[in-house]
């Protein structure tokens, strides 16, 4: 392997905290993106207090209309260093 990525833990938030970081930051309410994606909101509530987990389908339902990358949402905190390997 000639190159290769690292993941780097950056900051401690949860997948749930991402995605109350995210919707707060654009100015949504948990209706707005209720209203969104078709997601109930009580299933979001539950998703930003971490009481359900999160998964691939609704990170990319939320992703889109949030305009991010799902990792984002999954992955938070997260960043990737280029290293080379010899």
């Not at 997948?15 to 948990?30: D, H, K, P, T």
């Not at 299933?43 to 991010?68: F, P, Y």
């Amino acid at each position: 392997m000639k190159n290769y990525r690292v993941a780097k833990k950056q900051v401690d938030v949860s997948a749930g905290e991402s995605v109350r970081i995210i919707r707060e930051l654009q100015e949504m309410s948990q209706n707005d993106l209720a209203n969104a994606t078709g997601i109930p909101q009580s299933t979001i509530s539950a998703i930003e207090n971490d009481r359900v987990r999160l998964g691939v389908e609704r990170a990319k339902q939320l992703a889109r209309v949030l305009k991010c990358h799902p990792s984002v949402l999954v992955f938070p905190g997260w960043d990737l260093l280029h290293e080379n390997a010899a």
